[in-house]
């Protein structure tokens, strides 16, 4: 069984991240600051991370 992950650092608090495969375009939280990341390439193990502008709903409230 494999245990493959890749890993990378958080572009915004720079916490080191270890994942299991993913594939370009895939999106996930940083567990430590939660700010949305796109995986923009992996290459040699190492992400290519890029973070994502997460827009808020307006409710007009």
Known sequence: MSTATVSGI???CETDLTVPPVVTGE???CPECMLTLRVEG???GQLQLSMVEVQLRDWGQ
């Open 10 to 12: 958080c572009p915004e």
């Open 42 to 44: 992996v290459e040699a």
């Open 27 to 29: 999106t996930f939280a």
